[in-house]
């Protein structure tokens, strides 16, 4: 079957750097994306990977690693507006995305 | 700006009754789609579509029936609610084809089925 698993849920304090892991088993890879939502609304997009290494996007980088199934959201210098759910998806070789359930990150001031 | 609409942010209905869910996109996106989104769970895919008229089940598309009729408008109706379907409901839209893994959001509907 395929299967995306991130942690459930993570704590980070404010200024601080937060990893957000997210390892992946999938028939087929086309791509891994990263959204954030934040409560009561909807998801928007994050990043998206589709080489290995490292995608740098302001305070957001996103790492992608093809060959162990992984990728991570690196976010920097946190803020309270940061606290969110952050779903890690991939697009499986039918082009469908595959969703993890999503990580639910709390910044503490 | 980009925008999905959805008709109804919260809806309560009774077992049994007939529920639509209404999804409008501006963006003159080829491709719509409806999930259901639960605590604990990833978003499943219900349906979607890549061209007016054109559907396709997803992963969960069991109680569920779609509509496209217009380019822009992607429907979702429950033609005999049950308390299993209650959850969050996203409709979602990309551009085309090979751009299916960036999607634009509507808020979301929540339905509770008593």
């Known amino acids: ?109 | 700006d980009v925008k999905v609409t959805q008709s109804s942010r919260y809806l309560v209905k009774r077992t049994g009754e007939k529920v639509f869910l209404e999804c409008v996109q501006d963006m003159d996106h080829e491709n719509m789609f409806w999930y259901r989104q639960d605590p604990g769970l990833g978003l499943r895919l219900i349906y979607f579509s890549y061209d007016v008229k054109m559907k396709e089940k997803g992963d969960i598309p069991e109680g569920y029936s779609v509509s496209r009729e217009k380019k822009e408008r992607f429907s979702l109706i429950l033609e005999s609610a049950s308390t299993n379907q209650t959850s969050m409901y996203l409709c979602a839209s990309s551009r085309g084809q090979g751009d299916t893994g960036e999607l634009f959001f509507g808020e979301g509907s929540r339905l509770t089925v008593l």
């Open chain 1, 1 to 109: 079957g395929q299967n995306i698993d991130q942690p459930t849920e993570m704590t980070a304090t404010e200024g601080a750097i937060v990893q957000i892991n997210c390892t992946y088993q999938t028939s087929g890879f086309n791509g891994l994306f990263w959204y954030q939502q934040h409560a009561g609304e909807a998801p928007t997009f994050l990043s998206y990977n589709v080489l290995d290494g490292l995608e740098e996007k302001g305070r957001f980088s996103s790492f992608l690693s093809r060959s162990k199934g992984y990728s991570y959201l690196l976010l920097k210098e946190l803020q309270m507006k940061d606290s969110a759910s952050y779903l890690c998806a991939v697009l499986d070789s039918n082009y469908q995305l595959i969703w993890g359930a999503g990580t639910k990150l709390i910044i503490k001031p």
